[in-house]
């Protein structure tokens, strides 16, 4: 009798999950509270924009306006004139580079100088009020000085990313190691592991979160920092593109443009979010 009753409980249990949707109705609900707001508030903004600068004497074009006169660069972005008359997609692929590759080299000179500053009693005392006054200089104030030493465009622009966005990631760093509890030391001195051990196993993963804070920070420094060099700087990259429609007066390819910009620094900062909660295991807030 009780096996009979287990069995048709099993069975019906089959009988339940086979019939399980695969989207649930909670989960639709969720995903609608989530898409449907911004688009209420993107579509108010829009008619607002509309509304403001359909007057006569306006200063910015419409967004139907705005389409209409930058309908070629939106649907033609991979187009290749040869030198700078290039489509937006070559633009921001510049961009990215030169970001990948000073952002890069921050995060490997961020965390290994957080790691002495946070370790270290003296080099924090000695380094810190150097790094506080060095991140308070603005990206641009570099230029001048890595154009002066280096003598081109694209070396510059990666120490501009570069000298942006490590200032966070040290500061985070450093605050994640001064933050490992005292238990996980003890164990690392009864285990005798050895610097590079205790580097790998203990610090590394216990600062992980707030590394993974500078980076997001760090990250977002150094496409502001990029676009801002790129307009002082020439070439291609998305920076440069800004800067010449402006001095063609393309403002609605300028507002393409910025678009662009926003929708790519999202895009960044969510990878860069959506890494660290994999690392952590979800204790790095994504």
Same mark, same amino acid.
């Given at each position: 009798?009780?096996?009979?009753?287990?069995?048709?409980?099993?069975?019906?249990?089959?009988?339940?999950?086979?019939?399980?949707?695969?989207?649930?109705?909670?989960?639709?609900?969720?995903?609608?509270?989530?898409?449907?707001?911004?688009? #209420? %508030?993107?579509? =108010?903004? /829009?008619?607002?924009?509309?509304?403001?600068?359909?007057?006569?004497?306006? $200063? @910015?074009? &419409?967004?139907?306006?705005?389409?209409?006169?930058?309908?070629?660069?939106?649907?033609?972005?991979?187009?290749?004139?040869?030198?700078?008359?290039?489509?937006?997609?070559?633009?921001?692929?510049?961009?990215?580079?030169?970001?990948?590759?000073?952002?890069?080299?921050? #995060? %490997?000179?961020? =965390?290994? /100088?957080?790691?002495?500053?946070?370790?270290?009693?003296?080099?924090?005392? $000695? @380094?810190? &009020?150097?790094?506080?006054?060095?991140?308070?200089?603005?990206?641009?104030?570099?230029?001048?000085?890595?154009?002066?030493?280096?003598?081109?465009?694209?070396?510059?622009?990666?120490?501009?990313?570069?000298?942006?966005?490590?200032?966070?990631?040290?500061?985070?760093?450093? %605050?994640?190691?001064?933050?490992?509890?005292?238990?996980?030391?003890?164990?690392?001195?009864?285990?005798?592991?050895?610097?590079?051990?205790?580097?790998?196993?203990?610090?590394?993963?216990?600062?992980?979160?707030?590394?993974?804070?500078?980076?997001?920070?760090?990250?977002?420094?150094?496409?502001?920092?990029?676009?801002?060099?790129?307009?002082?700087?020439?070439?291609?990259?998305?920076?440069?593109?800004?800067?010449?429609?402006?001095?063609?007066?393309?403002?609605?390819?300028?507002?393409?443009?910025?678009?662009?910009?926003?929708?790519?620094?999202?895009?960044?900062?969510?990878?860069?979010?959506?890494?660290?909660?994999?690392?952590?295991?979800?204790?790095?807030?994504?």
């Amino acid at each position: 009798m009780a096996l009979g009753t287990t069995l048709g409980r099993v069975v019906a249990a089959k009988r339940e999950g086979a019939r399980a949707p695969l989207v649930t109705r909670a989960a639709l609900k969720g995903l609608v509270l989530r898409i449907v707001p911004p688009l #209420v %508030v993107l579509a =108010v903004f /829009l008619l607002v924009w509309e509304i403001l600068c359909q007057r006569p004497g306006a $200063g @910015l074009p &419409p967004p139907s306006r705005v389409v209409t006169d930058a309908w070629d660069i939106i649907v033609h972005p991979f187009y290749d004139n040869g030198g700078t008359d290039k489509g937006l997609f070559w633009h921001i692929t510049a961009s990215l580079q030169r970001v990948a590759l000073g952002f890069t080299l921050a #995060v %490997v000179a961020g =965390v290994l /100088l957080g790691t002495l500053v946070g370790q270290s009693e003296w080099a924090m005392r $000695g @380094l810190d &009020p150097i790094f506080q006054v060095l991140r308070t200089i603005p990206p641009l104030a570099w230029l001048p000085l890595s154009l002066a030493a280096f003598r081109d465009g694209q070396p510059s622009a990666i120490f501009v990313i570069f000298i942006t966005s490590i200032w966070p990631i040290i500061i985070n760093t450093a %605050v994640g190691i001064r933050n490992i509890p005292q238990d996980y030391r003890n164990v690392a001195a009864v285990l005798r592991l050895n610097a590079f051990e205790f580097f790998a196993k203990v610090m590394l993963p216990s600062a992980a979160p707030y590394i993974f804070t500078g980076l997001r920070i760090g990250v977002g420094l150094s496409w502001l920092a990029i676009v801002a060099a790129e307009m002082l700087i020439g070439g291609v990259g998305i920076g440069f593109f800004i800067w010449d429609a402006w001095n063609s007066s393309h403002i609605s390819e300028i507002i393409v443009a910025l678009v662009y910009v926003g929708v790519i620094g999202f895009v960044l900062d969510r990878l860069v979010a959506g890494l660290g909660h994999l690392v952590t295991r979800g204790t790095a807030t994504a």
